[in-house]
């Protein structure tokens, strides 16, 4: 039996934790501060999935893991005995003018070559659901493929099921000596470590902001327009996000947010009367490639990076989950190359 400790208890960290303890590996997790503490604790939670043309690795690691979701996320469920939040709600995309939806054909064709029929992309022009944006054409972009999850349930969820399949989880420390291999999932923080360490830049943390919403349409697509995610979710909320802000002197929300909520509601005045329940901020981890890092640390035997999770990460998890475990526990290296450091 492998032991294998992991440093980070945010979606990556506890991703791989429970695919190698499900494998059967010994494998205890240590979290500095708590689960989810940094940006895995947010609101959010859209997975949604890269446009399909100009296809590329980062996109089909990406669609194996959407295509990978429900499986992994009903797993968790099983073994914790909590709800993830998980569904795929579909998403809805207002089409600006003619010439867009004209141009929008090329996308709606490499969806149906590349996506599950079931999947599929196609302009509608009467959208389903409680939070239908405005379009000033009539005509909205769907899409099957995109699903939700709540990032604090689903967290709270893998951690349980880890300790229910007899993991170890450790909060509030920091990692002591450790023997066998060590995977780092240490977001914003670990980047820093990586790019003094390889003394060059390897990521950086980008600040974002959110807002949850008490508004119940737990079957409503989500929706993206104007550069936001609109994200309703099954316990009766609606998720707002999110900001991306590479210049900052603080990690508090502040009135970026607020024109986020308003611009929101905009969108979909039905939102105009939802209470704000929470509000978010944090760094999120995006790596100078712009892909998750997968893979071992050049110059230190034994110890792993996943990281880079950024914008996609509770997307990815699945499959990073996979890959990490192939690696460390069957030594069998199947990371695309543009995700390595």
């Known amino acids: 039996m492998t032991s294998v400790t992991i440093i980070g208890g945010g979606i990556f960290g506890l991703s791989c ?14 979290e500095a501060t708590r689960i989810g503490a940094g940006s895995s604790g947010g609101h959010v939670g859209a997975l949604a999935p890269h446009a399909p043309e100009n296809w590329n690795p980062k996109k089909a690691f990406q669609l194996e893991s959407l295509l990978m979701a429900p499986a992994f996320w009903s797993g968790v469920e099983a073994a914790s005995g909590l709800p993830t939040g998980y569904g795929r709600s579909g998403r809805l ?46 005509l909205w972009l769907f899409d099957g493929l995109t699903a939700r999850l709540s990032p604090r349930a689903a967290g709270a969820a893998l951690a349980q099921a880890i300790r229910n399949a007899g993991g170890e989880i450790i909060e509030g420390q920091q990692p002591g000596a450790v023997s066998g291999p060590i995977l780092w999932a240490t977001g914003t923080p670990g980047l820093e470590d990586l790019s003094r360490d390889l003394g060059r830049p390897i990521g950086k943390g980008v600040k974002g902001q959110s807002a949850l919403l008490q508004y119940d349409a737990p079957d409503a697509p989500q929706v993206f327009a104007d550069g936001l995610h609109i994200v309703p979710h099954a316990d009766g909320t609606v998720a707002i996000g999110s900001t991306s802000e590479n210049d900052y002197d603080h990690l508090d929300t502040d009135e970026q947010l607020d024109s986020l909520i308003a611009r929101a509601r905009a969108l979909c005045p039905h939102l105009c009367g939802a209470p704000v329940i929470d509000r978010w901020a944090g760094a999120r981890p995006r790596a100078k490639s712009r892909a998750p890092i997968l893979g071992p640390w050049p110059g230190r035997p034994g110890h792993y990076v996943a990281n880079g999770g950024f914008k996609i990460g509770f997307g990815m998890a699945p499959k990073v989950a996979q890959v990490m475990a192939d690696l460390i526990l069957d030594g069998s290296d199947t990371i695309p190359n543009g995700f390595r450091l």
């Not at 934790?17 to 240590?30: H, N, P, Q, Y």
């Not at 054909?105 to 944006?133: F, H, K, Y």
């Open 93 to 138: 995309q207002p089409v600006a003018d003619a010439a867009a939806a004209e141009r929008l054909a090329d996308r709606i064709a490499a969806a149906a070559d590349r996506w599950p029929e079931d999947c599929a992309m196609r302009l509608t022009d009467a959208p389903a659901g409680g939070l239908i944006p405005d379009s000033p054409s009539g």
């Open 17 to 30: 934790a429970w695919e190698m303890t499900r494998r059967g590996a010994r494998v205890r997790l240590i």
